[in-house]
């Protein structure tokens, strides 16, 4: 019988150096690392994050015990240059990135500076509206955790507001300190004027002032909320019956009572002193990470990865081309060398030479995992034309998750060749979407297939609650508001405009589907 378990973020820069810098890989147990800085830069920012981790976990009631997550579904950090060249990878125009993250099942990735702009000094305040890199990390790394330990329709208030009261966590000797204001929210606080019913149910068409209220006066919400001892408990009531169905305004009457009156409370709370808590987990064992340096070949490569892991075109991709063949020449036998350039090959289009390249890992090492993975999306994009070769897409994903049961692109992608195949799939196939979903719930891709299959199993009411966090999604935009259309007629008693909408097909992305999206960017 099977178990569903249901629970409640670049333009490519220029063409890198071969130059190898030093580089510094840092793994703890939910986090890696990979540092252009000291050896201690690395290790300090794993050890921060899991301290963050922690911290998390004791707000939200789970056990503080650490257990190591699969090395697959463990959040990668890239910590290089200055906030700068984090704004041109992220495609930001102008500088203003100051770090952004990118969720997405096996490749969850991560871009922080680690120095700040050439006019200001290292480990000071950037000049984006002050907004501290650290924090960025720490406030999206908040959205993942809600999603991967919680994942459930929260309204855009709240997310953000969670995410920007975790952003300003300060950790302190044994413990942390949660509560202090976000520096670059005061101006909004001060000068925008609070309407609590608009800030719990906005306009449908967003703009930067709403969406700057949102997120200001959502971190005051939620501070107030989580610290005014009599309105213990009403946060929770709140968000239980958002996902019971009730609209925004109807659960916040029903939980928070009076909302002129919460609206007078707010303000009151917003021109008093800071509330904030002090915890102190002494008796629980203090985190620790291991460094290692990157080899010479590894770190030769490490620019053109940080580009391919946060996604190029196809036209950014042959401009990597020659930059990554002439690695390839130096480094012959260097499996990360040739992984990056089976990936560069891969997004350049040049299909016959990324396999050959996948094929060369594989003859140096058969048990690398990505080199079955990369054969599969070969033969996937060869399907394209030619429906037999999703025989040899299965059988590499198949390859792969042997050697790593628990990497959720594997698993997932097995069950997508039964669907492109138009076949019914099996239980193995089943029970491998399920277990993708498990192991990376804030993926909307596996989220919206996983609720198409329930629609085929006449489940709506399980496909409803996994769609909540991709419609309520605060970074998704106009291109959501279709689906929550085709969620209304579903309930109204018409799946099948949703079903064909949510149906994977060979070739196209799904417009829900946000993967490589830098949408994320804290800006």
Do not use: C
Request: aromatic content about 8%.
């Amino acid at each position: 019988m099977r178990k569903m378990l249901i629970g409640v973020v670049a333009l490519f820069a220029a063409t890198p150096s071969l130059a190898a810098e030093t580089w510094y890989k840092a793994s703890s147990d939910h986090f890696v690392v990979y540092s252009e800085g000291k050896q201690s830069d690395a290790e300090q920012l794993a050890v921060n994050l899991e301290r963050l981790d922690r911290a998390l976990r004791f707000i939200r009631g789970m056990p503080l015990a650490s257990q190591e997550l699969p090395d697959a579904t463990k959040l990668r950090v890239y910590q290089f240059g200055r906030t700068e060249d984090i704004a041109t990878l992220a495609g930001s125009i102008r500088s203003g990135v100051a770090g952004f993250f990118i969720p997405r099942a096996g490749r969850s990735v991560a871009f922080v500076p680690l120095r700040e702009d050439r006019d200001r000094g290292y480990g000071a305040r950037t000049s984006t509206n002050g907004i501290d890199p650290a924090k960025v990390l720490f406030h999206e790394y908040t959205h993942y955790f809600m999603f991967q330990h919680g994942a459930a329709a929260y309204p855009f208030w709240y997310q953000e507001g969670f995410a920007e009261l975790f952003g300003t966590l300060d950790l302190i000797d044994g413990g942390f300190r949660l509560g202090e204001p976000p520096e670059h929210r005061a101006s909004s606080l001060q000068n925008l004027t609070l309407d609590i019913k608009k800030l719990i149910a906005p306009p449908e068409e967003r703009n930067m002032l709403t969406v700057m209220k949102q997120y200001s006066y959502g971190w005051l919400l939620v501070s107030y909320l989580t610290f005014e001892p009599k309105r213990k408990g009403q946060l929770i009531d709140y968000l239980r019956r958002i996902n019971a169905g009730e609209s925004n305004l109807e659960a916040a009457q029903n939980a928070f009572g009076d909302l002129n009156k919460l609206e007078r409370d707010l303000s009151k709370y917003r021109d008093g002193r800071v509330r904030a808590i002090e915890v102190k987990l002494n008796d629980v064992d203090a985190p620790e990470a291991t460094v290692e340096k990157l080899s010479e070949d590894e770190a030769a490569q490490m620019m053109l990865h940080i580009h391919s892991v946060r996604g190029v075109t196809e036209d950014d991709a042959k401009r990597q081309v020659p930059e990554i063949r002439k690695l390839v020449a130096i480094y012959p036998q260097s499996v990360p060398v040739l992984l990056e350039a089976t990936e560069v090959e891969f997004d350049a289009q040049n299909i016959d030479e990324a396999e050959k390249l996948a094929d060369r890992v594989l003859a140096i090492d058969p048990d690398v995992t990505d080199a079955y993975l990369f054969k599969a999306n070969i033969a996937l994009k060869r399907a394209e034309k030619d429906p037999a070769q999703l025989s040899a897409a299965r059988k590499a994903f198949i390859a792969a998750n042997n050697l790593d049961p628990n990497n959720p692109r594997a698993l997932y992608g097995y069950y997508r060749t039964f669907i492109y195949a138009d076949e019914t799939p099996p239980e193995s196939a089943l029970v491998s979407l399920e277990r993708s979903y498990d192991l990376a719930p804030f993926d909307s891709s596996i989220r919206s297939t996983l609720a198409w299959q329930l629609l085929n199993e006449k489940r709506e009411d399980e496909a409803v609650i996994l769609l909540g966090p991709i419609i309520n999604n605060p970074h998704a935009g106009e291109k959501i508001k279709e689906l929550r259309e085709l969620v209304e007629q579903m309930e109204d008693g018409n799946p099948s405009p949703i079903m064909a909408k949510l149906k994977p097909k060979l070739g196209k992305k799904k417009e829900n589907e946000d993967d490589d999206d830098d949408s994320n960017a804290q800006r």
